[in-house]
């Protein structure tokens, strides 16, 4: 077939040919060829399928061609004439019969679900919507896999050595005064050398991005002049989100990837791949419901185990949820993980709902074929993986159940730690475990000790600033009439709710906000440290800013000199894990995943210096106590922390040393300006003052052989 349509733009006039033959099945989506592009787009039941050509300038629809081969479910052609750059999308023609899960509709717009990128962001329009407006829909961009890694390669960080520091593409750029103008927001933001050496003093070693690849608003959000800023509502699983992208996002990506990389820092994706922008039953029809809607989506079952194609399953929540039991969605997200692992350079994933990907198609398996499938593939089976463990579907919570190639969001971690240095009594024994790498969740001999993600603070949740300024959430500015977001915060205000210019409040925020983050990095796992922490970054007590594309959202880059001196205390907390390995990964010996161990004892103490026993344990009023590393010869490190979560000092006697050693004082929360920490030497008794931590670490205290 020969096809010639004339090309506007402005006042220049240009003559594009198009000769379309059969093309083939594979790959799946717009494949660029010495000639022209291949098209292949799976759609089993549609009765026709046509591919719509669209003017880059005014995005005017220049044509639409019949695909003309069609090899088992997959329909196919080849076009010469288009290059990378151009424009497209779909129309699928067949019955419209929701019921039996059929949503065909030849008037509406398809993006090609392995569409490589698009041109601009899909913002909702009921209106344009209604009236079948080719205008609201993206439009995918044909692209080509030309770029020059100039031999920059993974930086390959072991997990022992990991921190995570998670972080949304635009709220940590978009306000940094030296990053320039058209940079801020955008991928080639992420890796300008001013925050690339931010990230390097403080001393995270991977970066966690928040959703990178193309999503649209929900319909109620954008009714209410909102916005889905997180971006966890995908209308594509490989497409860079154009409101990250100046000009050309494929390139822009991975120069950001490039660019990390070179400076020794990973780059983990977070991907949702357990729902998408289309919802349910009521939902647009805009990509994978026109296509293969009964195979995409999971369905809920009725008593002869048949399906009611009317009504999605809603594990996730948003309206509906991806069936990765079946192996046409399972290919596709096996496809845009191997794609942005390999193509685009990335170092790993974090699963949003990870839970959902592991359901059979109802019921959760830890031997899920997704799963199995991950653990086998040449190129995945080296990434991280980073499970969020649950989602919200029957037997949705699965903490501790995912292959031991997976680590997991510890949430017990996260609830335990706050409700500790709350003052919450009862929780002394849970903090310990959750000290150790939460082995009562990750069993030993089974699983990686590194297998727990510990966090304090999330981007579901309140900033780590804003977990020690308020009791409620205020969620006023989400117009849902703060009734959003989790009310279950484990909180603590310290004595006023929000702003305060009281000292005395400002000073205990300050100490707790101190106790967090040394208990972060002192716990055996994978620290989690939520971006703008660091800076004290504040949402105005919202706990669900997933809407806010404003102020609330964006971090702020001005420091003053509380500011400051918290940031230098993240540097040093972190330098202090960096440089030790058991603090780092503590291997005992009554654990066998591996075959050696690097601590000799790990003991327990009372404030009196006695080894805590059973009942000390189960003391409801005990929150102190003391813990001490002794590591192997090799090793050569020795710790002693004391932990106080009451609001009274605590006299603590300290495990003897022979007389040439100390217990020399490495970090006292206490102090907020490191200089202040003295420069002390401990031979036998310390007074821990109320809601601190003190590290010590036994060092020669005149010249001696080590």
Same mark, same amino acid.
């Not at 046509?50 to 880059?56: A, G, I, N, P, R």
């Not at 750029?173 to 933001?189: E, M, S, V």
């Not at 680590?407 to 000290?435: H, Y």
């Given at each position: 077939?020969?096809?010639?349509?004339?090309?506007?733009?402005?006042?220049?006039?240009?003559?594009?040919?198009?000769?379309?033959?059969?093309?083939?099945?594979?790959?799946?989506?717009?494949?660029?060829?010495?000639?022209?592009?291949?098209? !292949?787009?799976?759609?089993?039941?549609?009765?026709?399928?046509?591919?719509?050509?669209?003017?880059?300038?005014?995005?005017?629809?220049?044509?639409?061609?019949?695909?003309?081969?069609?090899?088992?479910?997959?329909?196919?052609?080849?076009?010469?004439?288009?290059?990378?750059?151009?424009?497209?999308?779909?129309?699928?023609?067949?019955?419209?019969?929701?019921?039996?899960?059929?949503?065909?509709?030849?008037?509406?717009?398809?993006?090609?679900?392995?569409?490589?990128?698009?041109?601009?962001?899909?913002?909702?329009?009921?209106?344009?919507?209604?009236?079948?407006?080719?205008?609201?829909?993206?439009?995918?961009?044909?692209?080509?896999?030309?770029?020059?890694?100039?031999?920059?390669?993974?930086?390959?960080?072991?997990?022992?050595?990991?921190?995570?520091?998670?972080?949304?593409?635009?709220?940590?750029?978009?306000?940094?005064?030296?990053?320039?103008?058209?940079?801020?927001?955008?991928?080639?933001?992420?890796?300008?050398?001013?925050?690339?050496?931010?990230?390097?003093?403080?001393?995270?070693?991977?970066?966690?991005?928040?959703?990178?690849?193309?999503?649209?608003?929900?319909?109620?959000?954008?009714?209410?002049?909102?916005?889905?800023?997180?971006?966890?509502?995908?209308?594509?699983?490989?497409?860079?989100?154009?409101?990250?992208?100046?000009?050309?996002?494929?390139?822009?990506?991975?120069?950001?990837?490039?660019?990390?990389?070179?400076?020794?820092?990973?780059?983990?994706?977070?991907?949702?791949?357990?729902?998408?922008?289309?919802?349910?039953?009521?939902?647009?029809?805009?990509?994978?419901?026109?296509?293969?809607?009964?195979?995409?989506?999971?369905?809920?079952?009725?008593?002869?185990?048949?399906?009611?194609?009317?009504?999605?399953?809603?594990?996730?929540?948003?309206?509906?949820?991806?069936?990765?039991?079946?192996?046409?969605?399972?290919?596709?997200?096996?496809?845009?993980?191997?794609?942005?692992?390999?193509?685009?350079?990335?170092?790993?994933?974090?699963?949003?709902? !990870?839970?959902?990907?592991?359901?059979?198609?109802?019921?959760?398996?830890?031997?899920?074929?997704?799963?199995?499938?991950?653990?086998?593939?040449?190129?995945?089976?080296?990434?991280?993986?980073?499970?969020?463990?649950?989602?919200?579907?029957?037997?949705?919570?699965?903490?501790?159940?995912?292959?031991?190639?997976?680590?997991?969001?510890?949430?017990?971690?996260?609830?335990?730690?706050?409700?500790?240095?709350?003052?919450?009594?009862?929780?002394?024994?849970?903090?310990?475990?959750?000290?150790?790498?939460?082995?009562?969740?990750?069993?030993?001999?089974?699983?990686?000790?590194?297998?727990?993600?510990?966090?304090?603070?999330?981007?579901?949740?309140?900033?780590?600033?804003?977990?020690?300024?308020?009791?409620?959430?205020?969620?006023?500015?989400?117009?849902?009439?703060?009734?959003?977001?989790?009310?279950?915060?484990?909180?603590?205000?310290?004595?006023?709710?929000?702003?305060?210019?009281?000292?005395?409040?400002?000073?205990?925020?300050?100490?707790?906000?101190?106790?967090?983050?040394?208990?972060?990095?002192?716990?055996?796992?994978?620290?989690?440290?939520?971006?703008?922490?660091?800076?004290?970054?504040?949402?105005?007590?919202?706990?669900?800013?997933?809407?806010?594309?404003?102020?609330?959202?964006?971090?702020?880059?001005?420091?003053?000199?509380?500011?400051?001196?918290?940031?230098?205390?993240?540097?040093?907390?972190?330098?202090?894990?960096?440089?030790?390995?058991?603090?780092?990964?503590?291997?005992?010996?009554?654990?066998?995943?591996?075959?050696?161990?690097?601590?000799?004892?790990?003991?327990?103490?009372?404030?009196?210096?006695?080894?805590?026993?059973?009942?000390?344990?189960?003391?409801?009023?005990?929150?102190?106590?003391?813990?001490?590393?002794?590591?192997?010869?090799?090793?050569?490190?020795?710790?002693?922390?004391?932990?106080?979560?009451?609001?009274?000092?605590?006299?603590?006697?300290?495990?003897?040393?022979?007389?040439?050693?100390?217990?020399?004082?490495?970090?006292?929360?206490?102090?907020?300006?490191?200089?202040?920490?003295?420069?002390?030497?401990?031979?036998?008794?310390?007074?821990?003052?109320?809601?601190?931590?003190?590290?010590?670490?036994?060092?020669?205290?005149?010249?001696?052989?080590?």
């Amino acid at each position: 077939m020969f096809l010639k349509t004339n090309k506007v733009s402005g006042k220049k006039e240009r003559t594009r040919n198009w000769v379309v033959t059969g093309g083939q099945p594979f790959p799946s989506g717009a494949t660029v060829t010495e000639t022209g592009c291949n098209f !292949a787009i799976h759609a089993p039941f549609a009765d026709k399928v046509e591919l719509c050509l669209f003017d880059t300038d005014t995005e005017q629809l220049l044509t639409a061609i019949e695909l003309s081969g069609k090899t088992g479910k997959v329909w196919h052609c080849h076009v010469e004439g288009v290059q990378a750059g151009d424009w497209y999308g779909y129309r699928t023609f067949g019955p419209s019969q929701p019921e039996l899960g059929y949503c065909f509709d030849a008037t509406r717009l398809l993006v090609d679900p392995y569409a490589k990128a698009l041109n601009k962001q899909m913002e909702w329009d009921s209106q344009a919507y209604r009236d079948n407006n080719l205008s609201m829909v993206s439009k995918a961009v044909v692209t080509d896999n030309q770029f020059d890694w100039e031999g920059v390669e993974k930086p390959l960080i072991p997990l022992k050595d990991t921190i995570l520091y998670e972080a949304h593409v635009k709220g940590l750029t978009h306000c940094h005064p030296d990053i320039p103008q058209a940079c801020r927001g955008k991928f080639l933001g992420m890796c300008h050398p001013v925050l690339i050496q931010h990230l390097k003093q403080l001393g995270v070693t991977t970066i966690q991005l928040m959703p990178v690849v193309a999503s649209m608003s929900e319909p109620f959000i954008s009714d209410k002049g909102l916005s889905n800023y997180w971006g966890y509502n995908p209308i594509n699983f490989f497409s860079p989100d154009p409101r990250f992208v100046i000009d050309d996002g494929v390139s822009e990506f991975k120069q950001m990837v490039k660019s990390l990389h070179a400076a020794g820092l990973e780059v983990v994706l977070d991907v949702v791949y357990n729902h998408t922008a289309e919802s349910g039953k009521d939902g647009p029809v805009l990509a994978f419901k026109g296509f293969d809607n009964s195979a995409f989506y999971l369905f809920e079952n009725d008593e002869v185990g048949g399906r009611f194609y009317r009504n999605y399953a809603n594990n996730s929540g948003c309206g509906n949820s991806v069936n990765t039991f079946n192996h046409y969605p399972m290919r596709m997200v096996l496809d845009a993980l191997r794609y942005w692992y390999d193509e685009m350079g990335v170092d790993g994933f974090r699963f949003d709902l !990870a839970a959902s990907l592991g359901r059979e198609p109802y019921e959760f398996s830890n031997n899920a074929g997704f799963f199995r499938a991950l653990r086998q593939d040449p190129v995945l089976c080296t990434a991280k993986l980073i499970a969020e463990p649950w989602d919200i579907g029957s037997g949705g919570y699965r903490l501790g159940q995912f292959p031991s190639n997976w680590i997991e969001c510890n949430d017990k971690f996260r609830d335990n730690v706050r409700g500790f240095w709350r003052g919450d009594k009862g929780l002394t024994s849970d903090f310990a475990t959750r000290l150790l790498g939460s082995r009562d969740v990750f069993r030993k001999d089974h699983r990686n000790p590194l297998s727990s993600v510990n966090y304090i603070a999330y981007h579901d949740g309140f900033t780590l600033h804003d977990l020690v300024s308020y009791n409620e959430r205020h969620n006023e500015d989400n117009l849902e009439q703060n009734r959003d977001g989790h009310g279950h915060n484990v909180s603590d205000n310290n004595g006023q709710e929000g702003f305060s210019e009281k000292a005395h409040v400002l000073l205990r925020r300050e100490r707790q906000k101190r106790n967090f983050i040394i208990t972060l990095m002192v716990s055996q796992g994978v620290p989690h440290f939520l971006g703008g922490d660091e800076l004290s970054r504040t949402q105005g007590g919202n706990n669900n800013a997933y809407c806010q594309d404003n102020s609330i959202s964006w971090v702020s880059w001005e420091l003053d000199e509380w500011k400051n001196d918290f940031l230098a205390f993240c540097q040093r907390a972190i330098s202090l894990r960096k440089n030790s390995e058991l603090l780092r990964n503590l291997n005992e010996a009554d654990d066998n995943f591996y075959n050696h161990h690097n601590v000799e004892e790990v003991a327990w103490f009372r404030p009196d210096g006695q080894n805590k026993v059973v009942d000390d344990w189960h003391d409801y009023n005990n929150q102190a106590f003391a813990v001490e590393l002794l590591g192997t010869k090799q090793v050569g490190e020795h710790w002693f922390m004391i932990f106080n979560a009451s609001d009274h000092d605590v006299k603590f006697n300290l495990p003897a040393l022979h007389a040439q050693f100390g217990w020399v004082l490495q970090i006292d929360t206490r102090y907020q300006d490191l200089q202040d920490i003295p420069d002390i030497v401990i031979e036998k008794e310390f007074i821990q003052a109320y809601k601190s931590i003190s590290i010590f670490r036994k060092c020669p205290t005149k010249n001696t052989d080590v």
